[in-house]
Every structure is written in structure tokens, then in C-alpha cells.
């Protein structure tokens, strides 16, 4: 399952890329546009919100169409961190990370995010986003990108990132 960023939707182009690269390695994806965006706004709601949305979808799908599958949650930004912050609660075996929002608008830092994930995670993250590079540790692999925030730049280098990410956590 992949989430969207806070100012857009799950058509980002770094979004696409890491479904095509989930296409490739026989993984279903399932976009997710939070309620907030289905109503036509723009302005996120608090984290709450979203956290509460995001599990309620969650468990929609794990019991219905997805039944039986193992989830890899993630998403773009405020996506990424709403999978993070709902990895245990979900059950997800890992978490994709797209242009994570390491350090907020105000200057607090969003690290205890990222490490209480829980999960093996990737992070993917423009060389030069202005909201911070994490560093990798324990099971966080972090890969850096040519590309800002948005993550337009390369998006090949944004898919392949995701296909060896993916074929090494589902190796058997």
C-alpha cells in the first residue's frame, strides 16, 4: 500500500515509478488517496487523522481484496510518515519511504518516526531536500538520489532503488 504526499496525490511520479517497480517483481500495489483529498481539500489534517484513515483502509483491504498478503506500507512524504507511524498497528512487514520529511517546517526533528517503524525500510531521498537526508541504521537503508523533495529528477534511479530494495526483502 502507498500513500500520497501532503499537497498531492498517488499519480506523484515517484509514486509510479516504485509501483512499477513493485509491478516487476509480481508485488500488488494499492494506492491510497486520504479522505481529505477524496473531499477536495488541500490542507492535511493532523497526523491523528490520518494515522486513523490510513489503518481503517488498511484493514479494508487485508481483510478483503488483499487477504493473505503480507503488506509493505509506504508512501511520498506525509505519506511515508503516516506508514511509519502505523507499521506495528498495521502489521506490515516493511515500510517504503519516499522524500521522508526528516526535519519539519518548524526545525523539530522527525527521527523518532523513522526509528520506531519497527520494520526493514527504505528510505529514498533527493540529494538535496530541503527538509533533511536520513542516515541508514539497523534495518533502515537509506539511498540518495539526484533530485530535490519531489523526486522528478531521476525516477529511474527512484524505481530501481525500489526493485533492489524489494527483491532483497523478498528473497526467500
Avoid: N
Avoid at 506490515?92 to 526535519?103: K, M, S, T, Y
Avoid at 518548524?106 to 538535496?128: H, W
Avoid at 540518495?144 to 534511479?157: F, I, M, N, P, T
Wanted: charged content about 15%; glycine content about 12%; overall charge neutral.
Amino acid at each position: 500500500m502507498l500513500g500520497h504526499g501532503a499537497g498531492g496525490g498517488v499519480a506523484a511520479r515517484d509514486l509510479v515509478a516504485a509501483t512499477r517497480a513493485a509491478h516487476a517483481a509480481g508485488v500488488s500495489v494499492a494506492l491510497v488517496e486520504q479522505p481529505y483529498r477524496v473531499a477536495g481539500r488541500r490542507s492535511s489534517p493532523r497526523a491523528p487523522v490520518l494515522d486513523t484513515a490510513w489503518t481503517a483502509a488498511v484493514e479494508q483491504l487485508i481483510t478483503g481484496p488483499l487477504a493473505e498478503l503480507r503488506l509493505i506500507a509506504g508512501g511520498r512524504s506525509a505519506g511515508a510518515r503516516v506508514a511509519c507511524r502505523t507499521a506495528s498497528a498495521t502489521g506490515a512487514i516493511a515500510v517504503l519511504c519516499l522524500a521522508f520529511p526528516l526535519v519539519a517546517p518548524s526545525g523539530a526533528s522527525r527521527q523518532d518516526e523513522l526509528d520506531g517503524a519497527g520494520v526493514p525500510l527504505l528510505v529514498v531521498q533527493g540529494a538535496s531536500d530541503r527538509f533533511g537526508l536520513p542516515e541508514p541504521a539497523g534495518e533502515r537503508s537509506v539511498v540518495v538520489v539526484r533530485s530535490d523533495h519531489g523526486l522528478k529528477s531521476d525516477v529511474g534511479a527512484v524505481e530501481s532503488a525500489v526493485a533492489e530494495w524489494l527483491a532483497a526483502l523478498l528473497a526467500p
